[in-house]
């Protein structure tokens, strides 16, 4: 039998432009640091979401 599990992304705000901290919350807690050296707003939203996604797909592999 397959458990339920919960799990949420969250992106925090008061960092220097280009940076991202994203953290996955659940059976265990991964956070990473996205930096991209850019203050392309739209660029930096792109980069932070596939690394995101990215990021969460690795932590859900883990308990696979």
Do not use: W
Not at 26 to 52: E, H, K, V, W
Request: hydrophobic letters at 40%; a positive charge; proline letters at 2%.
């Amino acid at each position: 039998a397959r458990r339920q599990r919960q799990m949420c992304i969250r992106d925090s705000y008061g960092h220097a432009a280009g940076t991202s901290v994203v953290g996955v919350a659940g059976p265990a807690d991964r956070n990473i640091t996205i930096s991209t050296g850019s203050d392309d707003r739209a660029g930096n939203m792109t980069s932070f979401t596939l690394a995101a996604l990215s990021h969460l797909l690795a932590t859900l592999k883990e308990f696979d």
